[in-house]
């Protein structure tokens, strides 16, 4: 039985309806109906190893809805910060294939920095270019992930809060 006839539970799927499907789904993320959930997602997807960068989509949201200002700051700090925690468990996950091969002397030198700061370091998760991988570096380094958590947020809400803010006095109408 082909799935254009009928599927396992007697639901029909058709063209018609996929495409009926993906329209929904295209107008539930489309800015700013659902801006929120969009933000979430962008933000999310910028925090892993992606190279995808998630503040004009909260400046975008806040330009269309002022109102949502600290909404769009909160959903952009969680979903970056979930990300940054999925990083966490990536680089945990790596850490015996990475154990497994030598360090050169600036990777130790690097590696006992981050050790000595501990959880501090992931303050430093909002950085372009660095911050990701550090949080996967944390988790590789086996730092405690709650106190992990806790600074990436504290670094990521800051970053939002200060690039929003001088972008909305920037290009604001």
Not at 16 to 28: G, N, Q, S, Y
Not at 62 to 76: E, T
Request: glycine share 10%; proline share 6%.
């Amino acid at each position: 039985m082909t799935l254009a006839h009928g599927g396992q539970h007697g639901h029909s799927y058709t063209p018609a309806l996929m495409e009926h499907w993906i329209d929904l789904l295209l107008i539930w993320l489309a800015l700013p109906k659902h801006g929120l959930s969009s933000v979430f997602v962008i933000a999310f997807a910028s925090a892993t190893l992606l190279p995808v960068g998630s503040e004009p989509a909260v400046f975008a949201l806040v330009q269309l809805n002022p109102h949502l200002f600290w909404s769009a700051i909160g959903m952009a700090t969680l979903g970056n910060t979930l990300g940054g925690a999925v990083t966490w468990w990536i680089g945990l996950a790596s850490h015996r294939v990475v154990a497994r091969h030598q360090h050169g002397k600036h990777q130790l030198r690097a590696l006992d920095w981050l050790e000595r700061l501990g959880p501090k370091a992931c303050l430093l998760a909002w950085l372009p270019l660095v911050g990701d991988p550090l949080c996967a570096v944390a988790g590789w380094l086996k730092l405690p992930f709650w106190p992990c958590l806790v600074y990436m947020a504290i670094g990521k809400f800051g970053r939002y809060l200060v690039i929003t803010s001088a972008l909305v006095v920037l290009f604001g109408s």
